[in-house]
């Protein structure tokens, strides 16, 4: 059993509570359960995501566990095919998201003629509800492209919170877990495997 993790585990505030208070604490849970499941499950994550998870823990705590139960591999990239039709999805999906940002500035300019004293608080409404727009449920950027192409060269199951990720891993046939599941799963593979 094999499962590709997300930085979201131990850093989205939500999910990470279920490990521990801060990223480092809820990355070290995590390193438990792997203990135990050693020889049993692998946990992987490509070198992108760990250098985002390892950009927010005290790497010097988790060591040497982490080197032992998280295997650091990228994606073999030159070999990994993929359907032409997540191609089209993804090219159809990014002019859909372009222009719903053009509707999203095009209020903002609407609301900034009308309301000139509010210019400062239109700007920042306009960026969150932009940023919404093109980058909510898409993957965005290689770390997330990275993590299901070896989710999908492994035949493993993604583990993530972010909906983009999960999103596409259901659209290519990949398995997935949601995060906030995901130390129930670890759990329920102690008793049986542990």
Known sequence: ???VLDTSI???PEIRDRFGDSPTEAMRTFLSYAERLFG???FYMPPGIYREVMHFVDEEELLPEIELYVIKKPPNVHDIKIPAFVVYELIDDIR???DKGLRVAE???RESVIETDNVDKIIQKLRRNYRKALREGIVDSKEDFELILLAKE???TIVSADVGILTWAQKMGIKW???AKFRD???GLVEKMG
């Open 107 to 109: 209020k903002a300019v």
């Open 154 to 156: 492994l035949d493993a």
């Open 10 to 12: 131990f850093v989205n």
């Open 185 to 187: 799963v670890l759990e």
């Open 96 to 98: 859909r998201r372009i």
């Open 40 to 42: 049993k499950v692998e």
């Open 177 to 179: 877990i949601d995060a």
């Open 1 to 3: 059993m094999r499962f």
